[in-house]
DNA sequence: AGGATCAAAGGTATCAGATACCTCGGGAGG
DNA sequence: CCTCCCGAGGTATCTGATACCTTTGATCCT
């Protein structure tokens, strides 16, 4: 069990020590919006310089505690999913494996998300999805191929969007939060997969249907139905993802 | 869709341009454990002042990308789950939905764990659970009250131990990580689950004897009845707390 | 009076130079 | 061959100063 509890601090440095006390104090005391004193104020109650009072809030900027902004005192700042974010994308990047950990788990939380999605999701959640899937629509229009590279990318923005209004219509924060956190690591997933995908003569239509079935069973209260309908969709994309990946192991076309 | 993609930068300024960058590189280019040019050496580089660097490497330093010690240059470091603890503390803390938010994504993923471990799981990731459990029931002995606070608190290290290890053996390092990160979160809810699980005349042996049928059901490979079992056990776990809190909440006896 | 303009105050961002202290490797001494 | 010590390289922190941004309130014009 190497869980170190709360202590962050590298090596008992003044600027770790102050940091640590100033996220006890944000996490604990200060609201999302709130601000900090002032560096001079703060220097002079830890009894240290300046400098050193902002190596400490440089530190918690970068745990995504404060927001800086130039001229104006630091301000609290309600963190979010970005937090993990570097973590993996470091995994996808470095592990081999880490791509196909990270798409079993987000195959979990995203069928989490369709169940609770489908158990509590509010008008205006329902309307988001629609209007995602609507975008997809819109995208490509009737052909199975897409008009320009501008449509693919629309499509596939619109496309993650569709996910994305899902986890949000959870109602969950940390399932929505999670989600964005594996954002952008798996937008790398995602662009690999695209080329499997089209490889195995699936169609932007398919992905479309694949979508309305989702939306329908969430729009009907269906939470089973809707994870599985989920689970199905996203075992499609994993298996794309094994394809391509495959495929690129063999004839390795790297830029 | 508010996911700004890569941008993290808040302002534009120079110590935030090159933490970008140098994020670029770490997370493109360095292996965990090899480490940065020296603070002379990058001011150079980007043509700006030592602090200016100092400051970058603190904002990295932060997001859990570089460990940083006294007198050795910053070692890349591979990101680990603490990342996402301050989003879940914060939660948590702020949102009185926000435990059950997070105790129900964490049904969610220890369900997936406990399925993983029960398909993947080697000799040593068996034997790392065994051993947790072998450490509750230590913990308590016979009896079903504990001999001590030590006792007491011995038995909840083992306790999360054993969720730990599960979602080690799964074999998946997100689930792992994740798990890391709502250690000290969750720690919370476990502190205020405990006071209920007494109430409802819940003894160890009960809790030791439910740990034991996930365990079972992991040996045996039989990974939708590990998940089934943890379901079971985790459900106890919230609705003690959601029991807790309630009681809480009309009989405030705030520290 | 009411609104636009501008200057001062308060803040942060960055620079330069200097000191204290830590780590590591190599050489002197045993 | 092992140990101890020292110097080189590095980071941690301090002081003092300058540049530039934001906010605010006083001033001035209409």
Redesign the interface.
Known sequence: ?S?S??A?S??G?A?SAV?DDL?QLI??EL?PGQSLPSEADLAGRYSVSR?TI??AV????????L????GRRAMVR???????T??????V???P??LF??V??RL??E??SAT?AAKRANRAGIIAIENALQGMRDSVGDSPDFADEAAEASFH?FD??FH?AVALASG????G??F??M??PLREGFFISQRGHADRGHTPQDTIAAHQRILDCIREGNGRAAAEAMRIHLRDTERDIRMALTKMAQSPARS
């Open positions: 069990m869980l509890g709360d962050r590298d090596h440095s600027a940091a996220a996490l604990g609201a400098l902002r190596e440089k530190l918690l900027a970068g745990r995504g505690l927001e800086l902004s130039r309600e963190p979010d999913g970005s937090a993990f570097d973590f993996l994308t470091s995994l990047r470095t592990d494996k880490g950990d990270l079993e788990v979990s939380l069928m989490q609770m923005a993650f969007g994305e969950n924060r940390v399932l939060y999670l964005e956190a954002a952008v």
